[in-house]
T-cell receptor, first 115, second 109 residues
Framework: KAGVTQTPRYLIKTRGQQVTLSCSPI?????VSWYQQTPGQGLQFLFE???????NKGNFPGRFSGRQFSNSRSEMNVSTLELGDSALYLC??????????????FGQGTRLTVV | DAKTTQPTSMDCAEGRAANLPCNHS???????VYWYRQIHSQGPQYIIH???NNETNEMASLIITEDRKSSTLILPHATLRDTAVYYC??????????FGTGTRLTIIP
């Protein structure tokens, strides 16, 4: 079956702009998590959505937001972009995210460059 | 904060078994040990996970000590394509995956 699909793969934006990234999870998966990866900070958790509700949230400013649709597809939005937002943004999906025995599968990521 | 400690880097000869250790001395009874790897500029790839019994799949074996305070990921016959950063993660319930700095494994021809 198809894996996790993230679009676009690459993006260049200017400081102050906003950006929306998209993630289509594996069919049947209801949990979608977002991560930011930078050389200095590594992989950091942004937030998780399950059944259209945000279930977990990391320590990122309010400029970072997300949502999940009824078909489990998710989007994340970053407003008022800063140079430090340049990163690889990764999406992971899992069947439920609940319980103790559920692995998450990652997409290839969207590489955002802010200039 | 990550709940695990891993060596920063390791080398392994091609064709040999690669043994990657992980310490998780504060693991609680309902937490699983997960292993992921990330090849340069790609998304992390799930490898294996376990609770207290040893686990094996087509990619690797996971050996968890009886007291569950440490574990070892074993790649039985390492190839050049196994060169990656390997992350050991302890996770329970609905918790997020918390990635540490991982072990950079280099397979040497």
């Amino acid at each position: 079956k198809a894996g996790v699909t993230q679009t676009p793969r690459y993006l260049i934006k200017t400081r102050g702009q906003q950006v929306t990234l998209s993630c289509s999870p594996i069919s049947g998966h209801r949990s979608v998590s977002w991560y930011q990866q930078t050389p200095g900070q590594g992989l950091q958790f942004l937030f998780e959505y399950f059944s259209e509700t945000q279930r977990n949230k990391g320590n990122f400013p309010g400029r970072f937001s997300g949502r999940q649709f009824s078909n489990s597809r998710s989007e994340m939005n970053v407003s008022t972009l800063e140079l430090g937002d340049s990163a690889l943004y990764l999406c992971a999906s899992s069947y439920t995210g609940t319980g103790l025995n559920t692995e998450a599968f990652f997409g290839q990521g969207t590489r955002l460059t802010v200039v | 904060d990550a709940k695990t400690t891993q060596p920063t880097s390791m080398d392994c000869a091609e064709g040999r078994a690669a043994n990657l250790p992980c310490n998780h001395s504060t693991i609680s009874g309902n937490e699983y040990v997960y292993w992921y790897r990330q090849i340069h500029s790609q998304g992390p790839q799930y490898i294996i996970h376990g609770l207290k019994n040893n686990e094996t799949n087509e990619m690797a074996s996971l050996i968890i000590t009886e007291d569950r305070k440490s574990s070892t990921l074993i790649l039985p016959h390492a190839t050049l394509r196994d060169t990656a950063v390997y992350y050991c993660i302890v996770r329970g319930g609905n918790e997020k995956l918390t990635f540490g700095t991982g072990t950079r494994l280099t397979i040497i021809p």
